[in-house]
């Protein structure tokens, strides 16, 4: 099946500081999307992505479907971003909206 | 829209005793998703359900889970009998569409169960 890699699996900022996380898929995808697992064990929907550039905020989000890879980008960090980044990707041809998620990427801010 | 919401929050239980988690979709989605995090396994997807009939449910674990949707507002997990190893933080989560490839998912705040 598809596989999914994030990186980097933890990352420590300052408050302020900017970030890029990536994902790594192994197939071609209907469907990418970016969470957002606050500390509390909310999962945030931020983007829905399967090719393209959005921006939200201090958020903004690329995925390369050739190259198989999105990348979230994080400006002017803050406490409150801190928490698990989940990319989840469908497969392209799967005949079910089946998300499959990566292992997330564990960010911390500091103040 | 109040959100995917689910109940009970937190579940605390003795092994062998039967669960149920409760999920209400974001009105108007017409697909529910039941997903299961542990630290072991990450975030898997258990069944899915279009319009209230079960589509996928290649991911239910075995024989002791299982899943209903009666109503378009309304879904259960149950889990009987309960295991330890059945400890995780259980999510719903819904879409709108008709449950194609290409819908986002929106997720419930999940039940943390604790099987003693």
């Known amino acids: 099946g598809i596989q999914v890699e994030q990186s980097p699996p933890d990352l420590i900022l300052q408050e302020g500081a900017n970030s890029t996380l990536r994902c790594n898929f192994s197939?071609?995808?209907?469907?990418l999307q970016w969470f957002h697992q606050n500390p509390w064990g909310q999962l945030i929907n931020l983007f829905y992505?399967?090719?393209g550039t959005k921006q939200n905020g201090r958020l903004s989000a690329t995925t390369v479907a050739t190259e198989r890879y999105s990348l979230l980008y994080i400006s002017s960090s803050q406490t409150t971003d801190s928490g698990v980044y989940f990319c989840?990707?469908?497969?392209?041809?799967?005949?079910?909206?089946?998300?499959?998620f990566g292992t997330g990427t564990l960010l911390a801010v500091q103040p | 829209d109040a959100g995917v919401i689910q109940s009970p929050r937190h579940e605390v239980t003795e092994m062998g005793q039967e669960v149920t988690l409760r999920c209400k979709p974001i009105?108007?989605?017409?697909?529910l998703f039941w997903y299961r995090q542990t630290m072991m396994r990450g975030l898997e997807l258990l069944i899915y359900?279009?319009?209230?009939?079960?589509?996928?449910d290649s991911g239910m674990p075995e024989d002791r889970f299982s899943a209903k949707m009666p109503n378009a507002s309304f879904s259960t997990l149950k889990i009987q009998p309960s295991e330890p190893r059945d400890s995780a933080v259980y999510f719903c989560?819904?879409?709108?569409?008709?449950?194609?490839?290409?819908?986002?998912?929106?997720f419930g705040p999940g039940t943390r169960l604790t099987v003693l």
């Open positions: 009105s108007g989605h017409n697909s």
């Open positions: 992505i399967p090719s």
């Open positions: 359900f279009n319009n209230n009939v079960p589509i996928d």
């Open positions: 989840a990707v469908n497969p392209y041809g799967g005949a079910t909206n089946k998300l499959i």
């Open positions: 197939d071609s995808v209907n469907n």
């Open positions: 989560a819904s879409s709108s569409g008709a449950g194609i490839t290409t819908d986002t998912q929106y």
